[in-house]
């Protein structure tokens, strides 16, 4: 998949108007930060798993990081995260515009509680230098396969809110 297979998936949805395409990369949190001229926090980072054999991705702040403990309780398996070539495969997305839009079929997506402190966050948007600036509710509403809101990170909680 890619940027243009985002934007479509984004049009009935009144979306497709924000993505937005650098001419530098923004495959990391950082680089996306630097890209799109906010804090890292603000960006939505796409964590893909493998869970009973399904993909699952967790959509959580910049500035948190997946609480091992938390993901086994609430998924009852260790956190495996996919390869590069898997995420490919079972997501349609190249790690570095992982997001959670025009997935392939089957994919679970959760958001974490991480992102609800920012008035808008920035996922990627397909490719490895793009992303889409929505609100929380508008993440929940354009995500697909969308299954809930979760607490699965850890260490966000220190970081300013700029």
């Known amino acids: 998949m890619s940027i243009e297979a985002v934007r479509a998936y984004l049009v009935p949805l009144g979306l497709a108007d924000r993505v937005k395409e650098f001419s530098t990369s923004s495959a990391t949190v950082e680089l996306a930060a630097q890209a799109a001229g906010v804090i890292p926090a603000r960006i939505a980072k796409s964590l893909s798993f493998k869970v009973e054999g399904r993909p ?16 086994k309780d ?15 495969e079972l997501l349609g997305h190249a790690v570095g515009g992982v997001c959670p839009f025009a997935l392939k079929e089957g994919v679970d997506v959760y958001l974490d509680v991480s992102m609800q402190r920012f008035e808008t966050v920035l996922p990627a948007a397909g490719s490895s230098n793009s992303c889409v600036e929505l609100t929380c509710g508008e993440l929940e509403k354009a995500a697909c396969g969308f299954r809930g809101w979760g607490d699965f990170c850890k260490a966000w909680q220190e970081t300013e809110t700029q």
């Open 56 to 71: 699952v991705l967790i959509v959580a702040a910049g500035d948190a990081k997946v609480d091992n403990r938390k993901f």
């Open 74 to 88: 609430f998924f009852h398996t260790k956190a495996t995260m996919l390869t590069p070539d898997e995420a490919v």
